[in-house]
């Protein structure tokens, strides 16, 4: 019997290597496919000044098969949210890693200020993006925040600003959609996150029907990165549960 499909796809600025961590922990037992969002890793081309949800949708939706188990983080949560929603043919289940959800007012004004840095000073963002992320003392190795710095950097600044103000913004486009989601569904955030935080988780599992959320104790956003262990657990747990509808 075939493995179940696990595609992952990350958040705005980052790649396919964020995935390294968790994978360790996914790839005996699942068929792990690592997506690229438009204009990041090796996709070659620059998100175009304009780009939409949709669009970023339907770029991911060309490379996935039917019934596959769909992972999204942050940005990518969005774009797994959308897919779910108007391709459930080719989603399976749907977790939401650190995603946002229908920001309040407050939430939206914060991050389209950021928005606005990342316009002014990308290198500053990055920096902010880094230690807003892995703070002083946090228990990810150098190295690994090293990396993540230099995926960051090697953004095109424009296509960037395209595919962060989708993230700043998209929130309230899905939102009125999440009632009409129909595929399982668990959103899953780390206890410290400032930007994707444990009430967002919940205002997404209210939203969809049946849908489920965890909390994980002490961590950050960049959960795959800093706890792939305890994220892996909380992601199998939840597909093999879904696995038998499929």
């Avoid at 703070?135 to 710095?149: D, I, K, N, Y």
């Avoid at 780390?190 to 994980?216: F, K, N, Q």
């Avoid at 960049?222 to 879904?242: G, N």
Wanted: hydrophobic share 45%; glycine share 6%; net charge negative.
């Amino acid at each position: 019997m075939s493995r179940p499909r696990i595609a992952l796809i990350h958040g705005v600025g980052l790649d396919g290597s964020m995935w390294g961590p968790l994978r360790e922990f996914l790839e005996p037992e699942y068929d792990v496919q690592v997506l690229e969002l438009l204009g990041h890793g090796n996709r070659g081309h620059i998100a175009p000044k304009g780009v939409s949800l949709a669009e970023l949708a339907a770029d991911v939706a060309e490379h996935l098969e039917p019934g596959t188990h769909v992972v999204g983080f942050s940005l990518g949560a969005l774009v797994a949210q959308h897919l779910a929603r108007f391709r459930p043919d080719l989603v399976a289940s749907l977790v939401s890693v650190a995603s946002v959800c229908d920001r309040t007012s407050q939430e939206h004004a914060a991050v389209m200020i950021r928005l606005a840095s990342a316009a002014s000073d990308f290198p500053a963002t990055v920096e902010a993006s880094i230690l807003r992320w892995y703070p002083e003392g946090s228990s990810v190795p150098a190295e690994l925040v090293q990396a993540t710095r230099e995926v960051l950097l090697r953004n095109h600044p424009q296509s960037f600003l395209a595919c962060y103000r989708v993230f700043a913004t998209a929130d309230a486009e899905i939102a009125p959609e999440l009632p009409r989601i129909s595929v399982p569904s668990h959103a899953v955030t780390g206890e410290l996150d400032p930007g994707s935080t444990p009430e967002m988780s919940a205002r997404l599992a209210a939203a969809i029907p049946g849908c489920t959320y965890s909390v994980i104790s002490g961590a950050r956003h960049m959960m795959p990165v800093e706890r792939p262990q305890e994220l892996a657990t909380t992601l199998t747990a939840f597909i093999k549960e879904h696995s038998h509808v499929h």
